[in-house]
């Protein structure tokens, strides 16, 4: 039976953000392309929450890839980013099926 793919939370990142943001440790790398178009991996993401703004009313959570720091490794969306106010869980698991483990919490 396959193992669970799980997000493991890590720390508050929001002092860099509009809105609430969470650093994620994954228990596999993503694949995403970074600012210059090019391929690269990572297990760490960004979780990016916020409500309430003039141009998207039912606000946005956004998946970033980041390093291990909570720094973003690009700003093009993850998939499971949604212009609409939804919980990590949920976006994580359209990322690719993480169910987030809040019996290892780092944070």
Known sequence: MPRQKT???IKDVSHDFRGKAQLF???SDITFRNDKNKKEN???V???QVKNMSW???GETYIFPADSKGKVLSWRELQGSTRRQVTPEKVLFELGNFHVDKSKSKH
């Open 7 to 9: 997000a493991q939370l």
């Open 56 to 58: 998207c009313p039912d």
């Open 25 to 27: 440790e994954l228990s």
């Open 42 to 44: 990572t297990p760490f």
């Open 46 to 48: 960004i979780v990016s």
